[in-house]
């Protein structure tokens, strides 16, 4: 599992979307780490520089591999910000080992199908032959299982969108970790499954800002600070020093 790590404090760990990788988080970085964070930046199977392993992807496995990740890399709670995909793995872990999550910050993502927007067009964007040659910009350059192996991680990773995930979220009561769920106003997920969602979890504020799916990379000015403030305990609602400096 390839991954970088930048900074010196307590561990916080970015896990980015499908088909793209560390890179992605390239507006947020720099701003956790300025805030005295040890940011780690894993690449999951299949995704950018790491490699893809045999048989088919799922949420599932992936969520035991950053369970491993944070076992061997990190060893002591971490903070987790799940972007799209990421986001789902990130609650797969606090679901199956708590004890690893200190705090949770879940961003865009719905976790079964009844949180998808009626009409939502990403699905069918990602199929798309525009799609798949800016994907393939980033993918080409640095995966170890070369340029032709993307055909096939591509049809893994539609074949895992189009299925998964289906959380029931009455689970979700056994998360422990305080949880700050985000997302666009024009994402691909309802505000109504989000608001169920946090209604599910034990600990969880919601915090909707003007954006899409790539929110973090729209509105960074704005999505930093309310990460920051939610991970070192402020209520984002009254922790204007946050936003005005």
Do not use: C
Not at 92 to 115: F, K, T
Not at 191 to 205: D, F, I, K, W, Y
């Amino acid at each position: 599992m390839w991954h970088e790590v930048t900074g010196e404090g307590d561990p916080l760990v970015l896990l980015h979307g499908g088909f793209v990788g560390a890179s992605s988080f390239f507006a947020q970085v720099p701003a956790l780490v300025e805030a005295g964070y040890r940011v780690h930046v894993p690449e999951r199977r299949g995704h950018a520089h790491t490699p893809d392993v045999e048989g088919p992807l799922s949420y599932s496995e992936m969520a035991d591999d950053t369970v491993a990740y944070l076992e061997q890399e990190v060893g002591v709670p971490a903070h987790l910000v799940g972007w799209s995909d990421g986001a789902v793995v990130a609650l797969l872990v606090a679901l199956r080992r708590p004890e690893l999550v200190a705090r949770m910050v879940l961003i865009g993502q719905y976790y079964n199908s009844s949180g998808r927007v009626a009409g939502g067009d990403l699905v069918a964007y990602l199929n798309s032959p525009e799609a798949v040659t800016f994907l393939r910009r980033a993918y080409d350059p640095v995966s170890p299982d070369g340029p032709d192996h993307f055909s096939v991680v591509h049809a893994k990773m539609m074949h895992m969108i189009a299925t998964e995930p289906e959380i029931a979220l009455d689970t979700l009561a056994e998360i422990t970790a305080p949880t700050l769920v985000l997302q666009g106003d024009r994402d691909e997920v309802t505000v109504e499954h989000s608001l169920a969602v946090v209604a599910a979890l034990p600990e969880a504020r919601l915090a909707m800002l003007p954006g899409t799916h790539t929110l973090p990379l729209e509105r960074p000015e704005l999505v930093n600070p309310l990460i920051l403030s939610f991970l070192r305990g402020a209520d984002p609602a009254l922790d204007w020093n946050a936003f005005t400096g």
